[in-house]
C-alpha cells in the first residue's frame, strides 16, 4: 500500500473520529477522542508508525467506551473500531517496510538527460468506470437507508468513513433527484434520508 493511500485511509479514520466526538456531551471523552486523533495523524505524517498505532488503540478505546456509556452508536463504534483494526494492520506492514529501506544502503541511480528519458503514460479511467464506481457507491447507500428506514446525514457518513462528505452529499443529490431516495425537513442537521 503506498503512503499517500495509508495518509488518505487515517484522515478518513480521523474524521470520523472528531464528528463522533462532535456528538458526545461528556467533556472529557470529547476532549480525549478530538486530542488522540490529532496525535494519531501529526505521528503518522512525522513517519512515527509505532506511536501512530499507540494513538489508533487509544481512539479504538474511547470510541468503545463512548459506546458502553450511551454516548456514540453501536454500529458507528463498531464500523469505526473494523476501519481502526484494518489500519493498524496496514501501519504494521508499513513499518516492517519502512524500517527495511534505513537500513539499506542509499544507491543513486543514473537518468538519462530529459530529452531521452521517455514520457511516462499516465492511466485515466474513463467516465463509464468512473461512472460504475459511482452507482455501486449510491446503491450501497440506498441499501444501508432502506436497511434502518431512515438516516441522517452524519450516520451515513460514519457508516461510509472511507466515502468523503463532499461526495456523499453529491451522491444524496443524484439519488433524491433520480427519486431513489426522499429528503425529509427544511435543513440543517434535522434532515434525514429514506428509500423512495
Known amino acids: 500500500m503506498s503512503i499517500e493511500r495509508l495518509k488518505n ?47 489508533l488503540s487509544g481512539i479504538q478505546g474511547l470510541v468503545a467506551l463512548g459506546a458502553n456509556l450511551g454516548k456514540i452508536n453501536l454500529e458507528n463504534a463498531d464500523l469505526l473500531s473494523s476501519k481502526i483494526h484494518q489500519l493498524k494492520q496496514q501501519l504494521e506492514q508499513t513499518e516492517s517496510v519502512s524500517a527495511q529501506i534505513r537500513f539499506q544502503p542509499v544507491l543513486k541511480e543514473i537518468q538519462a538527460p530529459v530529452s531521452q528519458s521517455k514520457p511516462r503514460e499516465r492511466k485515466i479511467e474513463t467516465g463509464q468506470k468512473q461512472g460504475n464506481k459511482a452507482n455501486e457507491r449510491q446503491e450501497k447507500i440506498v441499501a444501508s437507508i432502506k436497511s434502518v428506514g431512515k438516516m441522517e446525514l452524519r ?33 440543517g442537521p434535522g434532515n434525514y434520508y429514506t428509500a423512495s
Not at 28 to 48: C, M, P, R, V, W
Not at 160 to 181: A, Q, V
Open 9 to 55: 485511509q487515517a484522515q478518513e479514520v480521523a474524521y470520523v473520529a472528531l464528528r463522533l466526538a462532535e456528538l458526545v456531551d461528556q467533556k472529557d471523552l470529547k476532549e480525549a477522542l478530538e486530542g488522540s486523533s490529532s496525535k494519531f495523524i501529526h505521528n503518522l505524517y512525522t513517519e512515527q508508525y509505532r506511536e501512530a498505532k499507540k494513538e
Open 155 to 187: 450516520e451515513i457518513m460514519a457508516t461510509f468513513p472511507e466515502i468523503s462528505e463532499r461526495t456523499i452529499r453529491y451522491d444524496l443529490k443524484n439519488l433524491c433527484e433520480s427519486g431513489k431516495l426522499t429528503r425529509h425537513g427544511a435543513g
